[in-house]
Nanobody
Framework: QVQLVESGGGLVQPGGSLRLSCAASGFTFSSYAMSWVRQAPGKGLEWVSDINSGDGYIYYADCVKGLFTISRDNAKNTLYLQMNSLKPEDTAVYYC?????WGQGTQVTVSS
């Protein structure tokens, strides 16, 4: 079955950086577009970024454009999210997603 395991979250000061990873298994990773989605405390799910499979097209939410970079390593079945210049409003649980499948999420807290 599909399994997604996120990692790399933590506590970081404003302006800092983190790199999230999502290890995928149970499906042909290279054939599917993947997404990062986040949920801030007390708020709903917010889409962050997508990366296509074959053509590698990438899409970002306006609020992270130029700050976050999504990438994938099909040989390692892993999705990444490089997050730079982090702000307190980036505090959330970050999930990778394919279709209706979700991982457990990784907590990112941006605070001084």
């Amino acid at each position: 079955q599909v399994q997604l395991v996120e990692s790399g979250g933590g506590l970081v000061q404003p302006g800092g950086s983190l790199r999230l990873s999502c290890a995928a298994s149970g499906f042909t990773f290279s054939s599917y577009a993947m997404s990062w989605v986040r949920q801030a405390p007390g708020k709903g799910l917010e889409w962050v970024s997508d990366i296509n499979s074959g053509d590698g097209y990438i899409y970002y939410a306006d609020c992270v454009k130029g700050l976050f970079t999504i990438s994938r390593d099909n040989a390692k079945n892993t999705l990444y999210l490089q997050m730079n210049s982090l702000k307190p409003e980036d505090t959330a649980v970050y999930y990778c997603n394919i279709g209706g499948n979700w991982g457990q999420g990784t907590q990112v807290t941006v605070s001084s």
